[in-house]
């Protein structure tokens, strides 16, 4: 199947060689309007022939019928809002030696505006990554360059460790199997595939640049969100403070997408779905919730369960649950009943597997599965995942995304299932004193977040750096609340 092409969406430092797979093509001076320096001509020819079309001849001369390349300078120059002379003027040239992401901006692209996935819900993986920064900082740079799209519309992003990702992300050099081939440190910066089939929505980042959090090189966050745009089905804009702009630039503001670029999206896939209450994402209305049942900020607050569920937290004691959506201060809270009519009981573990958008929640012998806002089916026993008989219970669970393991927890020892084989992992149960050094009593509940565990002890909760082993702080669990 054919795929648009927003490479295509090649960030590129204009540099007199520009990463093409043809012999770079020089106008014939006399064909020229003026008799410019011969290097001025060569950038502006290559220029006016990558994004506007500028038809390229054999022999290197200029087609003299069709378009000129006065008319594709003008038309330019128009794009960019300069001075439409027709001439090679400073403004210019400057504008066309800046770093700027590869997409034509005008002709056979045009059409590209209203290509979009033929969904709402858009899985991405990031396949290789940059050597420039650790790998959660990349991986929360790429969440932070989602979440600028998925806040201003009706999209949502989910992490997948599968290679059939709608979008994948991979940070690669020079020739890397898509006929874009990336060209060393300070030209080609990345690219792109609009939506569809096979390479469709894929994103590449050349490994070669210096890929920073938003330092001194190029902010990968900026570059990501521009690029993803136009995986999403966006081309750019003339706006020079849309984030579709064409040419880089940095530091961003904090409002990184202007009005336009919002109505865009918006026009491609609806806007954000109730903003003001946004548990009606999972079926869920606020006007079931009671008002102040519990003494929210109490400082010792325990929680029996934890577990992010799309972009929510979930917080579960007795059967009680407070929800915090991610991107909101509120949070709505009520017996666990208003919102899942089928628990009745309390909930002992719980936890979240991205890749298949699915909830587990653990109570005693049983478990459900929860997909949306819906209890699929009827509970079943713990033994699925494995477990010996003698297993009746679990303190706690939590999804590893980056090892695609579950652990759960029981009083001093544990377990840990592979997600992928669906099976328990050889060795275990292991004693969670030793694997974890610092946390040496019972956990009640446990998340990861953005690269870390958090183990929930009562009233407070330990931050845990897994990589590392150890604990690198401590703090309360109703802060988790906005107390």
Aim: net charge neutral.
């Amino acid at each position: 199947m054919l795929v648009m092409v927003l490479s295509s969406c090649v960030l590129v430092l204009l540099m007199p060689g520009l990463c093409l797979s043809a012999p770079t093509l020089m106008p014939d001076v006399t064909s020229s309007p003026s008799a410019e320096p011969r290097g001025d001509l060569k950038l502006a020819t290559e220029y006016l022939q990558q994004y506007f079309n500028l038809k390229k001849e054999p022999m290197g001369r200029m087609k003299r019928s069709g378009a000129s390349f006065t008319s594709k300078l003008k038309e330019m120059q128009t794009f960019f809002g300069l001075n439409t002379s027709g001439a090679l003027d400073s403004d210019t040239l400057k504008l066309m030696s800046s770093p700027r992401c590869g997409v034509p901006d005008v002709e056979e692209y045009s059409h590209i505006h209203g290509t979009r996935w033929n969904k709402n819900v858009i899985t991405y993986s990031i396949g290789t990554y940059t050597r420039d920064l650790p790998r959660n900082t990349v991986d929360s740079l790429i969440d932070s360059a989602f979440s600028v799209w998925a806040q201003a519309s009706g999209l949502t992003f989910v992490r997948s460790h599968t290679h059939n990702a709608d979008i994948m992300v991979k940070f690669v050099t020079y020739e890397h199997g898509d006929l874009y081939p990336f060209d060393g440190p300070r030209g080609t910066l990345a690219h792109a595939f609009g939506p569809g089939m096979g390479v469709g929505g894929d994103t590449h980042f050349d490994d070669d640049e210096d890929w920073t959090a938003g330092e001194t090189g190029f902010d990968l966050f900026a570059v990501a969100a521009h690029e993803f745009g136009h995986a999403l089905g966006l081309k750019h804009s003339r706006n020079p403070k849309s984030l579709m702009y064409p040419t880089y630039k940095s530091p961003r503001p904090a409002n990184i997408l202007s009005s336009e670029d919002v109505a865009n999206i918006n026009a491609l896939y609806g806007p954000v779905r109730d903003r003001a209450d946004p548990l009606s994402r999972y079926g869920w209305s606020s006007r079931l919730l009671p008002r102040l049942m519990k003494n929210t900020c109490e400082l010792d607050l325990t929680f029996d369960a934890v577990s992010t569920l799309g972009d929510a937290t979930f917080f579960f004691r007795g059967r009680y649950l407070w929800i915090k959506h991610n991107e909101q201060y509120d949070v709505k809270e009520g017996p666990i009943t208003n919102f899942m009519p089928k628990i009745e009981t309390s909930i002992d573990a719980a936890f979240w597997v991205p890749r298949r958008s699915t909830a587990y929640l653990i109570y005693e012998s049983m478990f459900w599965t929860v997909r949306g806002s819906l209890v699929r089916g009827k509970p079943r026993p713990l033994s699925h995942f494995g477990f010996p008989a003698w297993v009746q219970d679990v303190d706690a669970a939590v999804h590893i995304v980056k090892t695609g393991r579950t652990l759960f927890f029981m009083h001093d020892i544990y377990w840990s299932f592979n997600e992928n084989r669906r099976v328990m992992d050889f060795g275990y149960p292991k004693y969670i004193s030793e694997d974890f050094p610092g946390v040496n009593t019972t956990i009640n509940a446990a998340v990861h977040k953005e690269g870390f565990l958090y183990f929930f002890v009562g009233p407070e909760v330990y931050k845990y750096d897994y990589t590392q082993k150890h604990v690198v702080g401590v703090e309360k669990a109703n802060s988790w609340l906005g107390c």
